[in-house]
């Protein structure tokens, strides 16, 4: 039980507790009134009834973190998961509340930190230059989603009492619509690209709607075109693994759980290492059936990177991929993005990213298949549809008009329905002709005054031979 002592001018409550060691210590928590040392006592005693009391510990939020990434993201992670998540925490949440005792953070503590975050500027890294004057929405709720789940393992390992991030107030994230190529301007791209890998890869990205590391690591054994695919409409690719550059630190941890080739660097030893990898998600493993235009497209890369090996033979480094350098290693997306840069500034393009291909991509099919949310996801291979209803909502919108259309078209069309009917289209009445104009035509066409007096004569019942009217007579 709980005892409560008064020294000086304070009231201190003294309680013994078994720590993880399974040793007992004593405590003395020290309040200013004796109030709130009664409401300490209490609490204390109820914890220690119902076996909910929490040992106090002086351990830092960033010495925790440092158990948690070692106890559960090394265990739980994939590579490029664990790179990033380690680097938001060394980034974004050391040098910030890192120092503070974790069982001192609390709810109004993480909102208090939030608030910071919107303040704070971007990061650079050795592979990413930092842009904006502070960092985005996107990298805060990055930062929290770590965070929730790092104190959830907190309560579980009994070092604090509630999750401080389980009702934090987040940045509402807004999906803007993206700026992207239209299908014009695409088709002007692929006209000026002479940069056969671009070319190649800007295909695969607008066609197949494949992400850029999903291109750089696709490997022949996983393209389908034979002759007999191609003339059954069955030209495919499997996309099973990607490219993504990893830290050398994270491969040694986390060994090759989800590795399947680490590349050697081709100059000295360096912090970083090339891999292909299985995919982050199941929904991203996926077959893409092929246009046969880019069917074709590819049957020739392969025979030109054949007639590529067998002239250089063993200086070429073969290792399957259908994007390669010209000595067969794998070709990173930094080349694939520079020769991107230098084709906009040539042709004159707009300036977008890379990945926006894939965007235009997903643009254009939802426009094909007239919002067939199921048979995009299949392409893009989104692990949520929300995503797709998220960012392209505006395409959407346009198929939502034309259900509009159509329910008016087959429904509403019965004039039965409750006797009402559309406002009749206003007559345009025809502009009068005017005198001058009218004997000005019929000087300029005889035939047509002939026609006129025909019909003149006919309805006052006289002879064609009578005399004409005084604008007629020069006829």
Sequence with gaps: MATIIRRNNAFSVVYNYTDELGETRQKWESFRTLKDAEKRKAVIENCLDCGTFLPPTKQTIAEFLKDFVTMYGETQWGVSTYDGNTGLINNYVNPIIGHLPIQDFNARSADKYIQVLRKTPPVSTQWRKAKGAVITDRTISGIVKVLR????????????????????????????????????????????????????????????SCRIGEILGLTWDNVHISNNDIARDDAHIMIVQELERCSKRSIDLLGVKDIIHVFEPWKGDTSTRLVLKHPKTESSVRKIWLPKTLAYILKEWEKSQRELKKFLGDEYEDYNLVIAQSNGRPCERRIIDKAFQRLKEEANLPNVVFHSLRHSSTTYKLKLNHGDLKATQGDTGHAEIDMITKVYAHILDEDRKINAQKFEASFYANPDLRGITAPSEPVQETPLLSLDSLVTQLEQNPELARTLASLLGAQSGQPESLEKPAFLASS
């Design 149 to 208: 789940c790092a104190f959830k393992q907190a309560v579980r390992w009994e070092l604090i009492g509630k999750n401080p991030f389980d009702f934090v107030s987040l940045p509402r994230l807004k999906y803007n619509k993206r700026e992207i190529w239209t299908v014009d301007t695409i088709s002007k791209a692929l006209n000026a690209c002479t940069d056969t890998k671009l070319y190649l890869a800007m295909n695969l990205s607008f066609a197949c």
